[in-house]
Structure formats: C-alpha cells, structure tokens
C-alpha cells in the first residue's frame, strides 16, 4: 500500500506569511493530491499532480513534485485566517491508498 | 448538487449492535471506499470498491462488510459494533484519474 508522510506535523504562522508543507512517499505512484480538512469535516479535493508533472499552480496554491526523491510540497501563498485546517497528501499507485496523519496548519490573524 | 451523500451523520450504538452506514454518489464514479479516522489520525481504508460487484479490502477491515450491488451506493456494514469502532467514517468516489469526492462524514459512538 502507498503512503504519504506529511511533514511538519503542526505549523503556526502569521496571516499574510507563506505556509509550505511536505509530504514523502516510498514507491512509485502515477498520481499525487493534496486535500484539505476544517475541524471535523469531510475532506476537500485541492490539487492533483500527475507522476509526469513537476510544477502545478491553483490560485495561491503551488504544489511541486520530486519522483526522483519521492517527495511533494505544498505552497500556500499569502496565508489567510481561513487556511486554517489539516493538509493531507494522498498518494496513488494503486487502488490501496492511505492518508497520512497530515499538517495542522494554524494561520494567525 | 452532485457530490457524495453519507447518511447518517451521527450515530450511537450499544456494544454488540448492528447498523449499515450509507453511502451514494451520483458522479457515476466507479471507485467508491470507506475510510475511519481516530482523533489527530489520518485516514485509514476499511473497504475499497471498483466498480459494480466488485469489493476488496482495505487497512482494517475486520468487523466491517461492503456490498456493491450498483454503481451509485456502497454501504458499510458494522456486524457487531465495538467500542473500538468508535471513530468518524469517510466515503469517497473517485472518476479514473480524478481526486477524490468526500462525504461530510458519520461520526459513530459505541458505548
């Protein structure tokens, strides 16, 4: 089964500052996605980067992906009050698939 | 709205008692899968679903049934629920190639 291993596990900033995140997988994957969770709700579909991407942009969002490291990152840019939440990647090579524990991202007003 | 509809959204049950958590999407997706989640955890996959009469397991599947007679529903059966199912229970459906749609969750409580 494919896991993604975010990293840090809490992060605490400014509103108006820069937040990035990690992620770091094992074995190979066709795809790669960054979700986002409010307290006590679903899961939101931010974005998908393909295996054969490097770079992908969405709005203040900016996520590149290293295959020959394995590794992910998540840029938010100009952090808001409202970006406050838990960041999960989610790696697929397959149809088993885990979530790691996830970022906790708290954003200061 | 198209989305993922899980039904219900709280729950509480007596150890030992059965109860079928609902799911239904209306993307004609043909992934559909139940997650849990514990408290600070990630999401773990209990049963995972590719289509129509197809079912697998997933992480932890012990004392959880699926059925996936039609494309649009996939419910999650407790057989005899455990106060270590207490947890809060994610649907997902995923198109081919496509992120993953989310329910808004069934928080259950097992006393």
């Known amino acids: 089964s494919q896991q993604g291993e975010e990293d840090p596990q809490a992060l605490s900033i400014q509103e108006g500052e820069n937040a990035t995140m990690n992620c770091s997988y094992k074995?190979?994957?066709?795809?790669l996605q960054w979700y986002r969770q409010n307290s006590g709700r679903g899961l939101v579909h931010l974005i998908l980067?393909?295996?054969?991407?490097r770079e992908k942009h969405s709005g203040r969002l900016r996520v590149t992906l290293d295959t020959s490291k394995k590794s992910s990152s998540l840029l938010i840019t100009a952090s808001r009050a409202a970006d406050t939440a838990s960041y999960f990647c989610h790696v697929t090579g397959g149809f088993k698939t885990i979530f790691g524990a996830g970022t906790r991202l708290f954003v200061k007003a | 709205n198209a989305g993922v509809t899980q039904t219900p959204k709280f729950q509480v049950l007596k150890t030992g008692q059965s109860m079928t958590l609902q799911c239904a999407q209306d993307m004609n997706h043909e992934y559909m899968s139940w997650y849990r989640q514990d408290p600070g955890m990630g999401l773990r996959l209990i049963h995972y679903s590719v289509g129509a009469g197809i079912t697998d397991q997933g992480e932890v599947p012990n004392g959880y049934n699926v059925s996936r007679s039609t494309t649009e529903d996939f419910p999650l059966r407790l057989l005899s629920a455990a106060p270590s199912q207490t947890s809060v229970y994610f649907c997902?459906?995923?198109?081919?190639?496509?992120?993953?749609?989310f329910g808004s969750g069934t928080r259950l409580t097992v006393v």
């Open positions: 980067i393909r295996s054969n991407e």
């Open positions: 997902a459906s995923s198109g081919s190639g496509d992120g993953y749609t």
């Open positions: 074995t190979s994957i066709n795809n």
